[in-house]
T-cell receptor, first 111, second 112 residues
């Protein structure tokens, strides 16, 4: 399917476990982003990438790791999940123009 | 630290009325401004973007930008119950493919 897809859509994990959220886009957009959304905070940027093998920290990067070996994939890893990382995570892509396209989101609960 | 401020609401308007959503930003270097709509449990979708001072109209939506006052607004004319959603204001300095800084969003409720 064309577009940007995230997996899984829902995930429950335990404190201290490593978990990876996947993001895949079929447009070959250069730019990709990971945001988290929490009540009262809107969307906050975790990491972004301008191209394969080029990534940089956003506003709230602590506890997260990203990689981008291929243009179409931008996985986000929580190295040791904490309850404060319970959130809704959105991946987005942008070809360099005006509109960012968002995935469906992943609702992560850390117990 | 860049900041985008929005009144969280909820803003309640009757069906057919004009809804006015407001946003202020702190970074004078911001170049582009975006309004996204987000329905509950869904991902944000772009409504409009604006770069230049003044008004920009698209159907029932009008975005207004005043860079001197660091103020952005979105007007929704003839509001419909289907417009009930959270409206997110975002800004960008046009670097890195429009890396966006979002406000917390305003909840809009249109009552029929």
């Amino acid at each position: 399917d064309a577009g940007i897809t995230q997996s899984p859509r829902y995930k429950i994990t335990e404190t201290g476990r490593q978990v990876t959220l996947m993001c895949h886009q079929t447009w070959s957009h250069s730019y990709m982003f990971w945001y988290r959304q929490d009540l009262g905070h809107g969307l906050r940027l975790i990491y972004y990438s301008a191209a394969a093998d080029i990534t940089d920290k956003g506003e709230v990067p602590d506890g997260y790791v990203v990689s981008r070996s291929k243009t179409e994939n931008f996985p986000l890893t929580l190295e040791s999940a904490t309850r404060s990382q319970t959130s809704v995570y959105f991946c987005a892509s942008n070809p360099g123009g005006s509109e960012a396209f968002f995935g469906q989101g992943t609702r992560l609960t850390v117990v | 630290q860049k900041e985008v401020e929005q009144n969280s609401g909820p803003l309640s308007v009757p069906e057919g009325a004009i809804a006015s959503l407001n946003c202020t930003y702190s970074d004078r270097g911001s170049q582009s401004f975006f309004w996204y709509r987000q329905y509950s449990g869904k991902s944000p979708e772009l409504i409009m973007f604006i770069y230049s001072n003044g008004d920009k109209e698209d159907g029932r939506f009008t975005a207004q930008l005043n860079k001197a006052s660091q103020y952005v607004s979105l007007l929704i004319r003839d509001s419909q119950p289907s417009d009930s959603a959270t409206y997110l204001c975002a800004e960008s300095t046009q670097e890195y493919g429009n890396k966006l800084v979002f406000g917390a969003g305003t909840i809009l409720r249109v009552k029929s």
